[in-house]
T-cell receptor, first 115, second 110 residues
Framework: ETGVTQTPRHLVMGMTNKKSLKCEQHLGHNAMYWYKQSAKKPLELMFVYNFKEQTENNSVPSRFSPECPNSSHLFLHLHTLQPEDSALYLCASHGDGTGLYNEQFFGPGTRLTVL | QKEVEQNSGPLSVPEGAIASLNCTYS??????FFWYRQYSGKSPELIMF????GDKEDGRFTAQLNKASQYVSLLIRDSQPSDSATYLCAVSTGGFKTIFGAGTRLFVKA
C-alpha cells in the first residue's frame, strides 16, 4: 500500500458506543494529523503528533482520544460521542514539521455518523 | 474574524475560461501558502504552494501572493470540467499548524 490509508471508510455509531479510527502512512513521514471536516466549515485541526509525541491538541473534547504508537500509525479512539460529532475525519502526514513547506498528504477519510 | 477567508461560491465559469479563486488571511506572520483541490467525497490534494511575493506558475495553474495585502489567489487557465471541485486555501506560520479556509466551490460548464 502507498500513501496514507484510513479505516474504516464509513462508521455509524450510537452515542454510547466505543469505536476507533485507524490511520497508517507509508511515506516515511514523522508528523501525523487528525482533522475534522464538517459540511461548509473549514478543516478543523484536532491533534498533531511528531515523532510519536503530541505537539498540538486544539481544545478537542475528551471524548476524542488520540494514540500514536509509532510514526506510521495513528488512532482516534471515540466514546460517548454526540450527533454534532458526525463529520468526515481526515488523517494527514508530512515530513517533520520543520522548514517552509508543510505540504500534507491526506488519507481518504472516515465518514462518521453518530446516531 | 476568520483566520483564512474564502468566498464559498459556487464560482461558475465556462469551459476554456480563466477561473480566479481568492483567499485572505489574518496572521501577518504566515510564511507558506497552499492551494488544495478536493473533489466531492474525496480528500484534499495539494496542487500549488507559494511562499514568496509574486506569481508562481505550474502548467495551467498560477498562484499569486501579496503579503502586504495578506492576499493569495489561484488562477486556472483553460478551465476544464474536470477542474470542478472545491479549492481550499491553507496558510502556515511554519511548524505544524496549518489553517484552512472553508473552500470555494468551482463549477466549470462544458
Amino acid at each position: 500500500e502507498t500513501g496514507v490509508t484510513q479505516t474504516p471508510r464509513h462508521l455509524v455509531m450510537g452515542m454510547t458506543n466505543k469505536k476507533s479510527l485507524k490511520c497508517e502512512q507509508h511515506l516515511g513521514h514523522n508528523a501525523m494529523y487528525w482533522y475534522k471536516q464538517s459540511a461548509k466549515k473549514p478543516l478543523e485541526l484536532m491533534f498533531v503528533y511528531n515523532f510519536k509525541e503530541q505537539t498540538e491538541n486544539n481544545s478537542v473534547p475528551s471524548r476524542f482520544s488520540p494514540e500514536c504508537p509509532n510514526s506510521s500509525h495513528l488512532f482516534l479512539h471515540l466514546h460517548t460521542l454526540q450527533p454534532e460529532d458526525s463529520a468526515l475525519y481526515l488523517c494527514a502526514s508530512h515530513g517533520d514539521g520543520t522548514g517552509l513547506y508543510n505540504e500534507q498528504f491526506f488519507g481518504p477519510g472516515t465518514r462518521l455518523t453518530v446516531l | 474574524q476568520k483566520e483564512v477567508e474564502q468566498n464559498s461560491g459556487p464560482l461558475s465559469v465556462p469551459e476554456g475560461a480563466i477561473a480566479s479563486l481568492n483567499c485572505t488571511y489574518s496572521d501577518r506572520g504566515s510564511q507558506s501558502f497552499f492551494w488544495y483541490r478536493q473533489y466531492s467525497g474525496k480528500s484534499p490534494e495539494l496542487i500549488m504552494f507559494i511562499y514568496s511575493n509574486g506569481d508562481k506558475e505550474d502548467g495551467r495553474f498560477t498562484a499569486q501572493l501579496n503579503k502586504a495585502s495578506q492576499y493569495v489567489s489561484l488562477l486556472i487557465r483553460d478551465s476544464q470540467p474536470s477542474d470542478s471541485a472545491t479549492y481550499l486555501c491553507a496558510v502556515s506560520t511554519g511548524g505544524f499548524k496549518t489553517i484552512f479556509g472553508a473552500g470555494t466551490r468551482l463549477f466549470v460548464k462544458a
